[in-house]
């Protein structure tokens, strides 16, 4: 028997996600009130409208995000995006914010992470819904970014509000890993749940030409 492990957060009208950016707007496009004049008597139905930035909630990049010539999430192969063989690597407790070479290469080996998806467990998830969400939130180094490169992983996620740091104006650890093709996932959630390994990791975003970032319903899929 598998068990299927939810790591995505919820979407809900108002709530902004992503500091700086707009909440979306999730509302009737059609209700079921105003559906019974188009139906016989007893059909309703409800037609919903969205309106998002495509960083909302849990998402995943993919290279158009961070570069014009990379692929988008209708170029990726599906594949890409299912089943991919993963790893957590334990980041709760560390000196600081930056979770640098030193911590991942004393928790993991390079023939471990080589074609695996690596998500990185900091617990930071427990401040979402909360202003502290968005200060001070732990991430990868750039050289911490080019190890993982390096060793072979296909996919990067975190469970905290930016895989790179947010306080300039660079992001090393996005244009690393997306300038290789190597998935990231933000805003992962119930990461304490998995294993260490022996999981497969899914986030499938909708077929958008032209976008590079969306949300996805991450899971993990165990044993």
Not at 12 to 34: F, H, T, W
Not at 59 to 71: E, K, L, N, S, V
Request: hydrophobic share 40%.
């Amino acid at each position: 028997m598998h068990t299927l492990v939810d790591l995505s957060h919820a979407i809900e009208d108002g709530v902004v996600y992503y500091k700086g950016l707009p909440a979306p707007v999730i509302c009737d496009y059609l209700s079921r009130d105003a559906s019974r004049a188009l139906y016989e008597p007893g059909t309703e139905f409800q037609i919903g409208r969205v309106e998002l930035i495509t960083n909302t909630g849990t998402y995943i990049d993919c290279p158009f995000h961070r570069y014009a010539d990379g692929r988008d999430t209708a170029s990726m192969p599906l594949e890409r995006f299912v089943d991919q063989p993963a790893l957590v690597v334990r980041a709760t407790e560390r000196d600081g914010r930056a979770i640098d070479v030193a911590q991942l290469s004393a928790l993991l080996s390079r023939p471990d992470v080589r074609g695996k998806a690596v998500l990185v467990h900091t617990g930071w998830d427990a401040h979402w819904g909360t202003d502290a969400y968005f200060e001070g939130h732990p991430y990868l180094t750039e050289q911490a970014a080019i190890w993982l490169r390096e060793a072979g992983a296909v996919l990067v996620g975190i469970d905290s509000f930016n895989i790179d740091n947010t306080d300039g104006g660079s992001r090393p650890v996005h244009t690393v890993l997306l300038r290789e093709e190597i998935l990231i996932a933000e805003h992962l959630c119930n990461l304490q749940s998995l294993p260490d390994a022996g999981f497969t990791f899914t986030a499938v975003p909708p077929k958008l030409v032209g976008v590079g970032t969306f949300p996805v319903r991450a899971f993990a899929t165990v044993g």
